[in-house]
């Protein structure tokens, strides 16, 4: 069953279009590495999963959920770590979605946190801003909230970015952890190495799809000659989609 479907969708910044034109599915189960040049759009193809973009043309549904049961880890660059906040409090935003922004947390959801601080390693900093950690970390912090989240989709915008080996093998456990659980889960990456070993599927994007399925026919030199090309010639101040496209806006 398409647990993710994209019908021709365009998202972008200021009607500029920065992925465009993408069609296709991802399973239920499906543990997806989303791979490609700097700039090809995987973060941008992301926010528009979570709905923090709306597309510019063509649709992305979810299988009914809504955006905020995905859960998403952004790139730590996009986290403002200047904000006041302990690292339980951060983790604790994971439960919004089941108790709301104002709900109390009892002690089941307490015992519920500390579970997932503990489950990646951060036990003993439960009271430590978060703008004192060292990126790594941060990158556990981040993982502690979204397992708090519960979600059956899972994105996960290059969750290994500056880690160490064991905190990667670590993080990569939960992961397959996850997919053993048989929730959709999606990573944008740069190690191929990792894709290769890890992520059955793989969508190779250059701002549209170059490639997409099995991660060993995805990964050819071809294919990845072909979306570096791809991304040089994008021209980021192209006009808006032609009339034909933009009349599917949602
Ligand atoms: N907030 C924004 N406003 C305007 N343009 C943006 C914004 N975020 C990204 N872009 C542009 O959209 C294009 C796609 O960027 P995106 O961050 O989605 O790529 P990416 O594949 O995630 O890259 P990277 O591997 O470097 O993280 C780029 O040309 C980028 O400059």
Wanted: hydrophobic share 45%; glycine share 10%; proline share 4%.
């Amino acid at each position: 069953m398409a647990q993710l479907q994209f019908r021709d969708v365009t998202l972008g910044y200021d009607r500029h279009p920065a992925v465009h034109h993408l069609s296709g599915e991802v399973s239920e189960g499906a543990l997806l590495a989303v791979i490609g040049p700097n700039g090809a759009g995987k973060s941008t193809l992301f926010r528009g999963i979570v709905g923090l973009l709306k597309p510019l043309a063509g649709s992305i549904s979810a299988a009914g959920l809504k955006p905020r049961e995905i859960a998403y880890l952004p790139q730590i660059a996009d986290i403002d770590r200047t904000f006041p906040i302990s690292v339980f409090d951060f983790v604790s935003t994971g439960l919004w979605r089941s108790v709301g922004i104002f709900g109390g947390i009892g002690a089941a959801a307490r015992e519920k946190i500390a579970q997932a601080i503990a489950a990646v390693g951060l036990t003993g900093f439960e009271g430590r801003g978060i703008g004192t950690l060292s990126g790594g970390q941060m990158q556990r912090l981040l993982f502690a909230r979204v397992l708090l989240q519960d979600a059956r989709v899972i994105v996960l915008d290059e969750p290994f970015n500056a880690m160490d080996s064991k905190t990667s093998s670590d993080l990569l456990q939960l992961i397959e952890h996850w997919h053993g659980e048989r929730r959709t889960v999606m990573a944008a990456l740069h190690d191929m190495d990792m894709v290769r070993a890890h992520f059955p599927q793989t969508l190779l994007l250059a701002r549209e799809a170059v490639a997409w399925g099995p991660t060993a026919e995805v990964l050819t030199s071809d294919n990845l000659a072909q979306a570096r090309r791809m991304c040089e010639a994008f021209d980021d101040a192209a006009a808006p989609c032609a009339p034909a496209q933009s009349s599917k806006a949602a």
